[in-house]
């Protein structure tokens, strides 16, 4: 009796054992493929993209994850991951998909960066000392113009470049008040403000917004009216990434002629630069018009 109670007490042992064994090895697997966790994340709260999720999320094993990563970056000393604690990539094409990595970030306990033109020099779009996700808005760049009530919606993956493109084709008496460097993002310049060479006339970028699609920490997708006046104003210069994420912006065009001088009056410190420029500003408020149509860049070398 005593030997078939001891081998039915081994029996019982090496069962547990064997399923302890189980549990242990299914969750070292699970733990060694975390993706599988943040993309089904994904997948789940964009039902209708599940089937190409594979083109929205890039995690480091994904053979484009580096390409991706380093496709829009300017300032090339954040040109690599190695010291990066950077999960996966997001390229979203909807603000479902923003809101979607939105909440999985949150689940997953992982930081979020908004990257739209990459031109962040401190790296703070596609950098984070601890683990993180970027949401690169590369395909949401799409710019409706609408010539006839002088407006437009630009996506913020578009880049200011695209951006005078699609109106200069639509319209030739529009322009818009924004930066010189076409390959910045529309979402980061604007945020920031947007200085620009019809800055003097019409303001910045930012002045001139009239509209905005958001898509908030909590994963509310809110216009102007939703999001209220205060939050419209804190996202039209506070910083892009700071309020959530702008998906997509309502501009107004300002008018502009069909012809444009530009031109260049080189002067070196020699040839009095510097006295030049201070008696430009003690007579250029002087003139009733011209100091809002002439816009004057001074670069150093």
Not at 156 to 166: F, I, N, S
């Amino acid at each position: 009796m005593e030997a078939i109670g001891v081998e039915a007490k081994m029996a019982d042992l090496l069962t547990y054992a064997i399923v302890s064994l189980f549990f242990s090895v299914s969750s070292a697997v699970f733990d060694l493929i975390p993706e599988h966790n943040f993309v089904t994340c994904v997948a789940n709260q964009s039902p209708q993209y599940s089937a190409t999720i594979s083109k929205l999320v890039y995690s480091p094993h994904s053979p484009s994850f580096s390409f991706i990563f380093q496709s829009s970056i300017q300032n090339f000393r954040f040109n690599s991951t190695k010291y990066h604690k950077l999960q996966y990539i997001i390229t979203p094409y909807s603000a479902d998909h923003v809101k979607a990595a939105i909440i999985c970030s949150k689940v997953h306990g992982l930081q979020v960066r908004i990257r739209s033109g990459g031109h962040d020099y401190e790296g703070l779009s596609y950098n984070s000392y601890v683990p993180f996700i970027i949401i690169d808005l590369v395909n949401l760049n799409n710019v409706r113009v609408d010539s006839n009530n002088g407006t437009a919606w630009v996506q913020a993956g578009a880049t200011v470049g695209e951006l005078y493109y699609h109106v200069a084709n639509q319209s030739k008496g529009h322009g818009f008040p924004a930066g010189v460097c076409p390959s910045m993002g529309a979402g980061g310049h604007i945020s920031g403000g947007g200085q620009g060479t019809l800055m003097r006339k019409f303001g910045l970028a930012a002045d001139n917004v009239v509209d905005a699609i958001v898509v908030t920490a909590d994963g509310n997708i809110l216009d102007r009216q939703g999001m209220g006046e205060d939050f419209f104003w804190a996202i039209r210069g506070g910083g892009g990434g700071n309020f959530g994420v702008v998906v997509e912006w309502k501009i107004n065009l300002v008018p502009v002629p069909p012809k444009v001088t530009v031109f260049n009056i080189p002067r070196t410190l020699e040839q009095n630069a510097t006295k030049l420029m201070h008696r430009w500003q003690q007579i250029a408020h002087k003139f009733h018009d011209i100091h809002k149509n002439h816009y004057i860049c001074r670069q150093g070398f």
